[in-house]
């Protein structure tokens, strides 16, 4: 059975827990976000977007 979620959404519940549970405050993590959507309007997201994918597949290539 495959599992398919969208990175936003992991990273959104990631970013949930963290500010619920690990003491992350909401404007650092509006910082973060903010960064992220700097960084996709930039020179280097075809990069960054190239490196998850790569990640994204060798993630999937695991057989358990």
């Known amino acids: 059975m495959a599992l398919s979620?969208?990175?936003v959404v992991l990273l959104a519940i990631i970013v949930f827990l963290?500010?619920?549970?690990?003491?992350?405050?909401?404007g650092h993590a509006v910082v973060c976000t903010l960064l992220g959507f700097y960084l996709a309007s930039s020179s280097v997201a075809p990069t960054i977007n190239e490196l998850t994918t790569n990640v994204a597949g060798v993630i999937g290539d695991i057989k358990f």
Do not use: Q
């Open 5 to 7: 979620i969208s990175a």
């Open 18 to 26: 963290l500010v619920k549970k690990s003491g992350l405050k909401a």
